[in-house]
């Protein structure tokens, strides 16, 4: 499974992005999708992810301002972006994995995007 990002650029504090991510092939390996993201000098976070049956999880810096919704029939998840804040700037990764118990194990991962957020 291939994962390609699009959508990432400049934008100022308030403004929207919304991000993309199409899956190359469905796989029987996964069933859920993500998006993670890693600032300068920081750890790699979860942002949100979403199961095939539309379940989300977002971490709580983003919850009321970003919205992760798949498309099953294309293997694509989106990430809509609003309320942007300087915070956020960080490279984003799409990644797909499948779900285990409580956790989605996530296997595949795309090569990021940057998102540019100027106050």
């Known amino acids: 499974v291939q994962l390609q990002a699009s959508g990432g650029g400049l934008v100022q504090t308030g403004g929207s992005l919304s991000l993309s991510c199409a899956a190359s092939?469905?796989?029987?390996?996964?069933?859920?999708m993500g998006w993670y993201r890693q600032a300068p000098g920081k750890q790699r976070e979860l942002v949100a992810s979403?199961?095939?049956?539309?379940?989300?999880n977002y971490s709580d810096s983003v919850k009321g301002r970003f919205t992760i919704s798949i498309d099953n029939s294309k293997n694509t998840v989106y990430l809509q972006m609003n309320s942007l804040k300087p915070e956020d700037t960080a490279v984003y990764y799409c990644?797909?994995?499948?779900?285990?118990?409580?956790?989605?194990?996530?296997?595949?991962w795309g090569p990021g995007t940057l998102v540019t957020v100027s106050s």
């Open positions: 092939t469905a796989s029987f390996s996964t069933n859920a």
């Open positions: 990644t797909a994995g499948r779900t285990g118990g409580r956790n989605i194990a996530f296997t595949y």
């Open positions: 979403i199961t095939s049956d539309g379940k989300t």
